[in-house]
């Protein structure tokens, strides 16, 4: 189970989706080795204008993008990736602006 953990996440919701449909693992994992997954990894993912300011806001906000991506996979999108960046990147930008509204609001009642 440990050596389950240390793989990326990825691969673990790769490893579900194939548990669930039957689907040969090879197969739900062969399109994260394909290039528009790695364009989609390496450009619009880590893009500074769309990603949380923290630490933890840019790990919340992948493992959500690829929660979604999972979801989306399991129903047999093609464009998953995508569909789970247009979906999550609003979500993002209005819970960084919230927090940083609630933050501002802190200090000025100092």
Known sequence: MSSLLNRPITTQLSL??????????????????GLAFQLFIFFMITDPRTTPSTR???????VAI???????????????PFFALFVTS??????EWWRDCKASRHT???
């Open 16 to 33: 579900v989706r194939s548990t669930i449909t039957g689907v040969p693992i090879l197969a739900e994992l062969s399109p994260a080795s």
């Open 56 to 62: 933890k806001g840019r790990m919340g906000y992948a």
């Open 66 to 80: 690829a929660a979604v991506e999972a979801l989306l996979r399991f129903w047999r999108n093609q464009n998953a």
């Open 90 to 95: 609003p979500i993002a930008m209005i819970w």
């Open 108 to 110: 000025s009642d100092r």
